[in-house]
């Protein structure tokens, strides 16, 4: 594959970003992805301070391979977490969930690479206007937390690729290198894939909780907690558990009472497959097998390419 913006930015092989991923992206996972020609992200969103300065080192220690830390904004240390970053000379950063203004200049003027991630064409034109390098637009099929607008992937690359001329990256149900063609076909140049790397070998998440989700079946996931911060959950008991107190039109605090503190590590890193919160997408119930990261990247590769090959074959005249 030539190498396309997303590529050169970043100084990777393939435009293939590994999401930052609660309990489940450390630096072995990042490690993995990096060596297999992608982009690892390690996700801070899960981390103490200390706990993220570490994984940066054990990855520096690992691999000289480019890498970034993805940072949800709404993080409580968010200084502290941005000041390890600087100190340890991270390259590159995804910010999500907050306001692209607020960080990106800092990141920038120490020459780190940020793109920020987004639901909506107008956040992507708020991203421009933040001076981001790359835009990551994710459809509500993704795993983890989602927009309010619930605009699929399918819909929002197209409308995001209008709005704005930046490098895009589209997150959300990519799993495979079709799926990647889909999204370069509507104006993606890189992906963030999250799922598909949530249920590999390197991924810190609980055996338990990645052979749940290669269980799953269509459907099996479901946008839960809109009152709160909308997340896609699979429909266990705790899910069920938040449903009837929505149902009966539980507030915000009930909701949040009920979350408790280290719900998503109970699920996904602990294996509490009953009482825990079971972030993953929608494309799990596609996923069969727990393979290493790096085999998920060629997999990708190949695929693609066999993709754009059989698609340029079915030209239709006019
Ligand atoms: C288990 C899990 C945890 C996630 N945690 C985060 C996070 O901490 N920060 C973030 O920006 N996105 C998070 N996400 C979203 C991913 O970064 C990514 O955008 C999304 O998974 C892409 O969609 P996909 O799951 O269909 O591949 C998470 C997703 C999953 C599945």
Known sequence: MSINRISALFGIRYPIIQAGMVWCSGWKLAAAVS?????????????????????????????????????????????????????????VVFTSAGNPKTWTATLKSAGI??????????????????????VVAEGFEAGGHNGREETTTFALIPQVRKAIDLPLIAAGGIGSGEAMAAAFALGAEGVQVGTRFALTNESSASEAFKQRCISL????????????????????????????????????????????????????????????ELEIGQIASHIKEIIPAGQVVNEMI????????RLSQLAIDN
Do not use: W
């Open 217 to 276: 079946n269509e459907g099996d996931t479901v946008l839960s907690l809109k009152k709160l911060s909308p997340t896609r959950l699979v429909r266990n008991e705790f899910y069920q558990q938040v449903q009837q107190l929505e149902d009966r039109g539980a507030t915000p605090e009930e909701l949040r009472e009920l979350l408790g503190k280290g719900r998503s590590k109970r699920g996904i890193f602990d294996g509490d497959l009953t009482e825990g």
């Open 302 to 309: 190949g695929q693609y390419n066999r993709t754009i090959h």
């Open 35 to 91: 060596n297999a020609g992608g982009l690892g992200l390690i996700g801070a969103g899960s981390m103490h301070p200390g706990t993220l300065r570490e994984h940066i080192q054990k990855y520096k220690a690992a691999t000289g391979q480019p890498f970034g830390v993805n940072v949800p904004l709404m993080y409580p240390q968010i200084e502290e977490i941005m000041q390890i970053i600087l100190e340890e000379k991270v390259p």
């Open 113 to 134: 690479k940020v793109a920020h991630v987004v639901s909506s064409s107008r956040f992507a034109i708020k991203c421009a206007e933040a001076g981001v390098d790359a």
